[in-house]
């Protein structure tokens, strides 16, 4: 590509696709959200904007126009000061939303956060999922300007609604009664996601089937290891754990549940919560500022485990109730389109090229 001398600012002649490289290590670790927002994101450009965009995974042989670093490995750090690149970073988590998640010595944490910080600084954008976090990186000094915000985005060809009859089968291979009020959770099994409440309203819900799909997926240094351990091997009689399940396999979960039972503390954009509203399954949600801007308050939410054992039970024995919030997850489905997500992903990819392409021209002047 270049810019048409006369104009050089303003015009760009498609001579070549222009070449994004994707850098992750997301998929080394099953089971957690950011192997699956990477995966959606890579696919949606793949399928979407084929026309304009090349897409390489991990290749450090070519010479990229764009590299988009989903992951903060050290390694990527290196590569990201190829300065004639446009350099993207995604923002999935900060510093303090790993409190809860891993167990990391303190000097050992603080060397991290600064690393991680350093590296969101060394980037010409930053891409967060949810714009609650841009104050959050600001107040660690990055550049407001630089900090962009596009939603994940879940492909409503792998997560549908299926027929009676296999989500009857779905049921009798789980174990799960036909007739059983289903009540979903997903995710890592750690404290920051609210197992503990999870399991604790299942104790006082005895008539309701209770599952997590999600386990250890970072083994023992996962925080509250030993205790949460504990009780996956001995939860109660209606709550199962699955463990870690293939993503591909997520779908008939959802199609299983009837709610999607999320108590976290601290998340950015559960991937979780796009899976299941893909199917209009209703949201029961931890009250947390960072959903507002988001879900548009299209979800049933609570504070404490009594708070959420009074939703689920409007849910389960409410039909109007559960005809709204059914609606109210089919509406969010709705919004977070594809066709609304890649146009952002088109128009911000071919912003940063531009911006890029200009700062080395002003370069050479």
């Not at 009859?165 to 959770?185: H, M, N, Q, S």
């Not at 005895?206 to 799909?213: I, L």
């Not at 396999?249 to 796009?274: C, G, H, K, Q, R």
């Not at 049933?300 to 039970?313: I, Q, R």
């Amino acid at each position: 590509m270049r810019y048409n001398n006369k104009d050089e600012r303003s015009v760009i002649f498609m001579e070549d696709k222009i070449r994004i490289i994707m850098y992750s290590s997301a998929d080394k670790v099953d089971g957690q959200g950011v192997g699956s927002a990477y995966e959606e994101q890579v696919n949606l450009i793949k399928e979407g904007a084929s026309d304009i965009f090349e897409v390489g995974i991990n290749n450090w042989i070519k010479t990229p126009d764009i590299q988009h670093f989903h992951t903060v490995d050290p390694t990527f750090y290196v590569k990201m000061q190829n300065h004639k690149a446009a350099n993207i970073a995604y923002c999935h988590f900060l510093p303090d939303t790993l409190e809860g998640s891993l167990k990391i010595p303190a000097p050992l944490l603080n060397v991290f956060r600064s690393y991680l910080i350093q590296f969101y600084k060394s980037a010409d954008r930053l891409v967060v999922v949810n714009p609650s976090f841009i104050d959050a990186l600001v107040e660690y000094g990055i550049d407001r300007e630089k900090i962009y915000y596009i939603p994940n985005y879940v492909s409503k060809e792998k997560f549908y609604r299926k027929s009676d009859d296999e989500c009857a089968t779905i049921r009798k291979k789980y174990g799960v009664a036909k007739d059983a009020f289903v009540v979903l959770g997903a995710g890592q099994v750690q404290t920051r996601k609210g197992v503990l409440d999870f399991v604790n309203v299942a104790k006082e819900m005895p008539d309701v089937q209770f599952v997590w799909a999600g386990g250890f997926s970072f083994g023992r240094i996962t925080d509250g290891y030993e205790e949460l351990k504990k009780l996956q091997e001995n939860p109660p009689e209606n709550c199962k754990f699955l463990g870690i399940v293939p993503r591909e396999e997520m779908v008939d979960l959802y199609n299983m549940a009837d709610v999607l039972f999320v108590p976290s503390y601290n998340e950015l954009f559960p991937m979780t919560i796009l899976e299941a509203v893909n199917l209009h399954v209703p949201l029961v949600l931890r009250d947390l500022d960072l959903y507002k801007d988001i879900l548009f308050d299209r979800y049933m939410h609570a504070n404490d485990n009594d708070g959420f054992k009074n939703c689920l039970l409007k849910l389960k024995n409410d039909s109007d109730v559960y005809a709204k919030y059914q609606n109210e997850s089919r509406l969010l489905s709705e919004f977070y389109s594809k066709e609304h997500v890649l146009n952002m992903w088109r128009e911000f990819y071919l912003s940063a090229y531009k911006d890029k392409q200009e700062e080395l021209l002003n370069k050479k002047k």
